[in-house]
Protein backbone atom coordinates (compact mmCIF):
# COMPACT_ATOMS: atom_id res chain seq x y z
CA UNK A 1 0.00 0.00 0.00
CA UNK A 2 1.40 3.49 -1.04
CA UNK A 3 2.56 5.84 1.83
CA UNK A 4 2.20 9.47 0.59
CA UNK A 5 4.11 12.51 1.74
CA UNK A 6 2.53 16.10 1.45
CA UNK A 7 4.13 19.47 1.32
CA UNK A 8 2.88 23.01 0.13
CA UNK A 9 5.62 24.42 -1.72
CA UNK A 10 4.35 27.77 -2.98
CA UNK A 11 1.02 30.00 -3.00
CA UNK A 12 0.28 31.91 -5.47
CA UNK A 13 -2.41 34.04 -7.06
CA UNK A 14 -5.19 32.15 -9.68
CA UNK A 15 -3.96 33.87 -13.13
CA UNK A 16 -7.80 35.05 -14.75
CA UNK A 17 -10.06 33.29 -12.16
CA UNK A 18 -13.59 34.46 -12.43
CA UNK A 19 -13.56 34.90 -8.46
CA UNK A 20 -10.78 35.75 -6.21
CA UNK A 21 -8.58 32.41 -5.92
CA UNK A 22 -5.27 31.57 -4.54
CA UNK A 23 -3.49 28.32 -5.79
CA UNK A 24 -1.57 26.43 -3.77
CA UNK A 25 1.47 24.29 -4.89
CA UNK A 26 1.11 20.51 -3.43
CA UNK A 27 3.89 18.15 -3.82
CA UNK A 28 2.96 14.66 -3.38
CA UNK A 29 6.06 11.81 -2.51
CA UNK A 30 5.35 8.51 -2.73
CA UNK A 31 7.62 6.57 -0.17
CA UNK A 32 7.94 3.66 -2.91
CA UNK A 33 9.63 5.91 -5.73
CA UNK A 34 8.95 2.99 -8.73
CA UNK A 35 5.33 2.32 -7.63
CA UNK A 36 3.00 3.74 -10.23
CA UNK A 37 0.03 5.90 -8.73
CA UNK A 38 -2.99 6.27 -10.99
CA UNK A 39 -4.90 8.80 -9.60
CA UNK A 40 -5.27 10.48 -5.99
CA UNK A 41 -8.74 11.55 -5.51
CA UNK A 42 -7.54 14.25 -2.77
CA UNK A 43 -9.88 15.83 0.03
CA UNK A 44 -8.33 19.08 2.20
CA UNK A 45 -9.21 20.40 4.78
CA UNK A 46 -7.59 23.70 5.48
CA UNK A 47 -7.65 25.77 8.91
CA UNK A 48 -5.97 28.56 10.53
CA UNK A 49 -3.44 27.97 13.61
CA UNK A 50 -4.35 31.18 14.62
CA UNK A 51 -2.09 30.89 17.82
CA UNK A 52 1.36 30.08 15.90
CA UNK A 53 1.67 33.91 15.02
CA UNK A 54 2.60 36.78 16.84
CA UNK A 55 0.37 39.62 16.68
CA UNK A 56 0.60 43.66 17.21
CA UNK A 57 -1.07 46.33 19.11
CA UNK A 58 -2.60 47.47 15.56
CA UNK A 59 -3.52 43.37 15.03
CA UNK A 60 -5.45 43.15 18.52
CA UNK A 61 -7.46 46.60 16.99
CA UNK A 62 -8.25 45.44 14.37
CA UNK A 63 -9.08 41.67 15.59
CA UNK A 64 -11.32 43.20 17.90
CA UNK A 65 -14.51 41.63 16.28
CA UNK A 66 -13.55 37.99 15.74
CA UNK A 67 -11.32 37.30 19.16
CA UNK A 68 -12.38 40.30 21.74
CA UNK A 69 -9.95 41.95 24.17
CA UNK A 70 -6.64 40.75 24.14
CA UNK A 71 -6.95 40.03 27.68
CA UNK A 72 -9.07 37.37 26.58
CA UNK A 73 -6.72 35.72 23.93
CA UNK A 74 -5.95 33.07 26.24
CA UNK A 75 -9.27 31.71 26.00
CA UNK A 76 -10.38 33.42 22.68
CA UNK A 77 -7.74 32.77 20.37
CA UNK A 78 -8.48 29.19 18.82
CA UNK A 79 -7.76 28.04 15.46
CA UNK A 80 -10.44 28.86 12.53
CA UNK A 81 -11.76 26.44 9.70
CA UNK A 82 -10.87 28.61 6.22
CA UNK A 83 -12.49 26.24 4.04
CA UNK A 84 -12.50 22.40 2.51
CA UNK A 85 -11.84 21.82 -1.45
CA UNK A 86 -10.79 18.82 -3.31
CA UNK A 87 -8.46 17.94 -6.17
CA UNK A 88 -7.77 14.86 -8.49
CA UNK A 89 -3.89 14.03 -8.88
CA UNK A 90 -3.23 12.50 -12.04
CA UNK A 91 -1.07 9.32 -12.15
CA UNK A 92 2.95 9.95 -11.76
CA UNK A 93 5.95 7.93 -9.98
CA UNK A 94 7.29 9.07 -7.14
CA UNK A 95 6.38 12.13 -6.88
CA UNK A 96 4.37 15.16 -8.36
CA UNK A 97 3.91 19.14 -7.73
CA UNK A 98 -0.28 19.41 -8.07
CA UNK A 99 -2.37 22.40 -8.38
CA UNK A 100 -4.81 23.14 -4.97
CA UNK A 101 -7.12 26.12 -6.06
CA UNK A 102 -9.12 27.81 -3.40
CA UNK A 103 -11.59 29.97 -4.24
CA UNK A 104 -11.66 32.64 -1.88
CA UNK A 105 -14.10 35.45 -0.21
CA UNK A 106 -14.07 39.19 0.62
CA UNK A 107 -17.55 38.37 3.36
CA UNK A 108 -16.97 40.29 6.11
CA UNK A 109 -19.59 37.28 7.56
CA UNK A 110 -17.07 34.73 7.44
CA UNK A 111 -14.70 34.72 10.46
CA UNK A 112 -11.42 33.80 8.33
CA UNK A 113 -11.94 37.23 6.17
CA UNK A 114 -11.95 39.09 8.74
CA UNK A 115 -8.65 37.64 10.13
CA UNK A 116 -6.97 37.88 7.06
CA UNK A 117 -8.63 41.51 6.64
CA UNK A 118 -7.14 42.39 10.28
CA UNK A 119 -3.44 41.99 9.33
CA UNK A 120 -1.24 43.98 7.35
CA UNK A 121 2.06 42.38 7.44
CA UNK A 122 3.99 38.56 8.25
CA UNK A 123 2.47 35.52 7.62
CA UNK A 124 -0.20 33.49 8.03
CA UNK A 125 0.10 29.84 9.53
CA UNK A 126 -2.15 27.47 7.66
CA UNK A 127 -2.67 23.85 8.22
CA UNK A 128 -3.92 21.22 5.56
CA UNK A 129 -5.39 18.31 6.88
CA UNK A 130 -5.90 15.25 4.23
CA UNK A 131 -8.33 12.78 3.03
CA UNK A 132 -9.34 10.91 -0.01
CA UNK A 133 -8.29 7.86 -1.61
CA UNK A 134 -5.49 6.59 -3.70
CA UNK A 135 -5.39 4.42 -6.56
CA UNK A 136 -1.81 2.70 -7.31
CA UNK A 137 -1.18 -0.20 -9.09
CA UNK A 138 0.79 -3.31 -7.75
CA UNK A 139 3.66 -4.96 -9.60
CA UNK A 140 1.42 -7.81 -11.41
CA UNK A 141 -0.56 -4.37 -12.60
CA UNK A 142 -3.61 -4.97 -10.66
CA UNK A 143 -5.59 -1.70 -9.68
CA UNK A 144 -5.50 -1.46 -6.14
CA UNK A 145 -7.22 1.11 -4.03
CA UNK A 146 -6.04 2.76 -0.51
CA UNK A 147 -7.57 5.64 1.97
CA UNK A 148 -5.18 8.62 2.59
CA UNK A 149 -4.61 8.07 6.53
CA UNK A 150 -5.81 11.12 8.26
CA UNK A 151 -3.02 11.81 9.73
CA UNK A 152 -1.34 13.34 6.85
CA UNK A 153 -1.11 16.99 6.70
CA UNK A 154 0.95 20.19 5.39
CA UNK A 155 2.09 23.29 7.27
CA UNK A 156 2.60 26.53 5.05
CA UNK A 157 3.03 30.38 6.41
CA UNK A 158 0.68 32.30 3.91
CA UNK A 159 2.18 35.68 3.01
CA UNK A 160 -0.32 37.91 4.17
CA UNK A 161 0.86 40.14 0.92
CA UNK A 162 -0.36 37.68 -1.40
CA UNK A 163 -3.83 37.43 -0.08
CA UNK A 164 -3.96 41.31 -0.10
CA UNK A 165 -2.60 41.37 -3.71
CA UNK A 166 -5.29 39.11 -4.59
CA UNK A 167 -8.37 41.24 -3.40
CA UNK A 168 -6.55 44.76 -4.45
CA UNK A 169 -7.15 42.96 -7.89
CA UNK A 170 -10.38 41.91 -7.90
CA UNK A 171 -11.73 45.01 -5.63
CA UNK A 172 -9.85 47.68 -5.63
CA UNK A 173 -9.83 50.16 -3.11
CA UNK A 174 -13.48 48.64 -2.45
CA UNK A 175 -14.85 45.93 0.54
CA UNK A 176 -17.91 43.63 0.41
CA UNK A 177 -20.42 44.53 3.44
CA UNK A 178 -23.53 42.30 3.90
CA UNK A 179 -26.86 44.16 5.00
CA UNK A 180 -30.04 42.53 6.41
CA UNK A 181 -32.73 43.11 3.84
CA UNK A 182 -34.82 45.71 6.31
CA UNK A 183 -31.80 47.21 7.31
CA UNK A 184 -30.99 47.25 3.44
CA UNK A 185 -34.32 48.66 2.54
CA UNK A 186 -34.23 51.34 4.94
CA UNK A 187 -30.91 52.61 3.32
CA UNK A 188 -31.76 51.93 -0.18
CA UNK A 189 -35.22 54.39 0.51
CA UNK A 190 -32.49 56.99 2.67
CA UNK A 191 -30.49 56.95 -0.47
CA UNK A 192 -33.47 57.47 -2.66
CA UNK A 193 -35.40 60.08 -1.11
CA UNK A 194 -32.19 62.28 -0.78
CA UNK A 195 -31.07 61.46 -4.40
CA UNK A 196 -27.53 60.50 -3.03
CA UNK A 197 -25.74 59.15 -5.86
CA UNK A 198 -23.51 56.77 -4.48
CA UNK A 199 -23.40 54.10 -2.15
CA UNK A 200 -20.71 55.60 -0.48
CA UNK A 201 -22.26 59.33 -0.15
CA UNK A 202 -25.12 57.91 1.56
CA UNK A 203 -23.19 56.33 4.18
CA UNK A 204 -21.00 59.20 4.54
CA UNK A 205 -23.67 60.97 5.34
CA UNK A 206 -25.02 58.79 8.03
CA UNK A 207 -22.14 58.18 9.75
CA UNK A 208 -20.71 61.11 11.98
CA UNK A 209 -17.63 62.09 10.89
CA UNK A 210 -16.08 62.00 14.27
CA UNK A 211 -16.81 58.42 14.88
CA UNK A 212 -14.47 57.51 11.72
CA UNK A 213 -11.25 59.27 12.77
CA UNK A 214 -11.66 58.63 16.11
CA UNK A 215 -11.59 54.95 15.45
Not at 67 to 89: A, C, I, M, Y
Not at 195 to 208: F, M, N, Y
Amino acid sequence: MPDLSFQIEQAEVTSYSAAPQLTFKLRLTSTSPGEMIHTVALRCQIQIEVTRRRYTARDQEALLDLFGEPDRWGQTLKNLLWTHTSVVVPSFVGSILADVPVPCTFDFNVAATKYFYGLTEGEIPINFLFSGTVFYARADASLQVAPISWEKEARFRLPVKVWREMMDSYYPNSAWLCLRRDVFERLYQYKMRKGIPTWEQALEIVLPVEEVVGR
